[in-house]
């Protein structure tokens, strides 16, 4: 018998260029910043305490949001028996290939299948049928952090492993016109946090048929622009109709007594959105980490000369006038000051404050941000303590907004509006980036993009102009489309 496969984790000395092998970079900085670690588990990564810090700045962004729209969080089970899954037919269709199962348990055959949960519309599904009876039950807004698992075959750190965190809302409601607008709330709200918490713009817009989610009528998502010219689905939210309350018989007695089934919809953003942010944001030097998200906002480093200690005293000073406010840290570990400097860029944290002895004489601090070049006009500014908090807000607020205007520059430099169709093609060949154009929104037409550049649509929007053509054929056009190559 073969032993397991297990991935082997490279040891990482040095950070390789962005622009010559964004993965190599990708990997080498996922690993040197510890923010996982690969596991035994072929495809599945540990989530270091780093990492994690991340990942719950995120999930409590998003987790505030919902409250404040009404949502509650629960939790349902990991395992799905057989026959409550096929009863969707299309959703079982779209996830067969990544569904992984249990068949034993202890020393015992199982008489029925265990699904893992790739999603949870199923196992809810059958709750909701047994909670819902009447219109005063709606509408019900829920939602899960948990983790799920799909067999994927290729597999990257936070992009597309087999486990992965994440969160999914799930609401029924009375009508669709209420489905369609919590639809669309959830996608205003991933929307705001991407761009206003992770510092990544999107495109926000309805999928095309081909990329729907199973099951559902109508899916929406968010899409952010990789530096390779891949666009990263980051958020998605589905407006599911009636399909999964009939195939699991989720009815409610209405004011007229009549028996409907509801409505319902699901939405989730997974931890790919810090895979994107690493992309969006990174440089040669490693991480650069929007304030909001990174779990240390400032790092002190006290520089010690000799066998003089006061620069820790005072750094830990600093530190305790300010942890009330901010997350910071105190770096007094025995290295020197220049191997802390690396180690912090490194991974990401947005401002560094030094503190030595001429820093002490004068009741200053020196700033250093790590959003700027090296060298560059305001990388690095001496102030007084007496100023500092003020000075550290004002700061991490102007990192946050520079962060999202580089990556909204990019973005929008790399969006292309064409009307030719060699040129359509050669763009989206060449991952160029977003490709705008007049689109037929017809699944023949899309296919034959895709198989000659690999390139989809990302979202549609309503037509720039009523009596244009598609590009790509030629046919009339109905929608607006972003084209890209995906992750």
């Known amino acids: 018998m073969s032993e397991p496969e297990e991935q082997v984790e490279p040891l990482v000395t040095e950070i390789p260029p962005k ?31 780093y990492g994690f810090g991340i990942w719950e700045n995120l999930q409590k962004a998003l987790d505030q949001r919902f409250k404040a729209t009404g949502h509650e969080n629960a939790y349902f089970p990991l395992l799905i028996p057989e026959h409550l899954l096929i009863k969707e037919a299309q959703h079982v269709e779209g996830f067969a290939p990544e569904v992984a199962w249990v068949t034993e348990g202890g020393q015992e055959k199982l ?110 998502s968010i899409e952010a622009l990789m530096p390779d010219g891949k666009a990263l689905q980051s958020g998605t ?15 409610f007695a209405d004011i007229d007594q009549s028996v409907k089934h509801v409505y319902t919809t699901s939405w989730g953003m997974s931890w790919r959105m810090l895979g994107g942010m690493i992309m969006v944001h990174g440089d040669d030097r490693g991480l650069r980490l929007p304030p909001k998200l990174a779990p240390i906002e400032a790092v002190i480093v006290p520089i010690i000369k000799g066998s003089e200690t006061q620069a820790v005293a005072e750094a830990h000073e600093v530190a305790r006038t300010l942890s009330g406010q901010f997350r910071v840290r105190v770096d007094d570990r025995d290295y020197t000051p220049g191997w802390k400097f690396s180690e912090w860029e490194m991974r990401g944290v947005p401002i560094r404050i030094e503190i030595g002895p ?55 430099s790399h969006t292309y509006v064409v009307g030719d169709r060699d040129k359509f093609f050669e763009l989206c060949s060449s991952r160029a980036g977003m490709v705008d154009i007049p689109f037929c929104n017809r699944a023949d037409c899309e296919a034959n993009v895709k198989q000659k550049t690999s390139a989809t649509t990302r979202v549609l929007r309503e037509l720039r102009e009523a009596a244009a053509v598609c590009v790509a054929c030629g046919e009339p056009a109905v929608v607006q489309a972003y084209f890209a190559q995906t992750y």
């Open 19 to 49: 622009a010559a092998d964004l993965s190599a970079w990708y990997t080498a900085v996922t690993l040197k910043a510890e923010l996982v670690s690969y596991s035994p588990v072929r495809g599945c990564v540990v989530l270091r305490p």
């Open 111 to 220: 008489t029925e299948r265990l699904a893992i949960r790739p999603t949870s519309e199923v196992i809810i599904g059958v709750m909701y049928a047994k909670w819902i009876q009447s219109h005063r039950d709606l509408p019900v807004l829920i939602n899960q952090w948990a983790n799920v698992l799909r067999w994927e075959k290729a597999t990257r750190p936070f992009l597309r492993t087999m486990e992965f965190l994440w969160q999914e809302g799930h609401t029924a409601h009375a009508t669709a016109e209420e489905a369609r607008e919590e639809t669309l709330r959830m996608l205003e709200i991933y929307r705001e946090v991407a761009e206003d918490v992770v510092a990544v713009p999107v495109y926000a817009g309805r999928k095309s048929a081909v990329e729907r989610f199973p099951g559902a009528v109508e899916t929406f």
């Open 237 to 251: 939210s589905h407006d599911l109709g009636q399909n999964f309350s009939k195939a699991y018989d989720i009815t």
């Open 358 to 412: 001429r820093d002490i004489q004068s009741q200053s601090v020196t700033l250093v941000r790590r959003d700027k070049a090296k060298g560059a006009p305001g990388a690095k500014e001496t102030i007084q303590r007496s100023v500092l908090a003020q000075k550290l807000r004002e700061e991490l607020n102007d990192i946050q907004r520079n962060l999202y205007a580089e990556a909204k520059s990019f973005l929008e």
